[in-house]
């Protein structure tokens, strides 16, 4: 994936599986399965509530803050 298709990528209001999988790396099958994870680990284990409730999406936000904060635990 080239920076100009990451800068494109993370300018959009919301994540979809396929930008999941792209970045990633992974089939569609994985990529929703990590999707779903992330966002119940943003409002299960964070206790945080998601910006977008959209099956199959996630805004961009809530995928840089959950991100960051993997990073740091």
Request: charged content about 35%; glycine content about 6%; some cysteine.
């Amino acid at each position: 994936m080239t920076t100009v298709e990451k800068n494109d990528m993370f300018a959009k209001e919301y994540l979809d599986i396929e930008d999941i999988a792209k970045l990633y790396g992974l089939c569609y099958n994985r990529a929703s399965m990590l999707l779903r994870d992330i966002k119940r680990k943003i409002t299960m284990i964070q206790g945080k509530e998601l910006r977008v409730t959209l099956r199959g999406k996630i805004h961009t936000q809530d995928y840089l803050d959950w991100r960051e904060s993997q990073e740091v635990g």
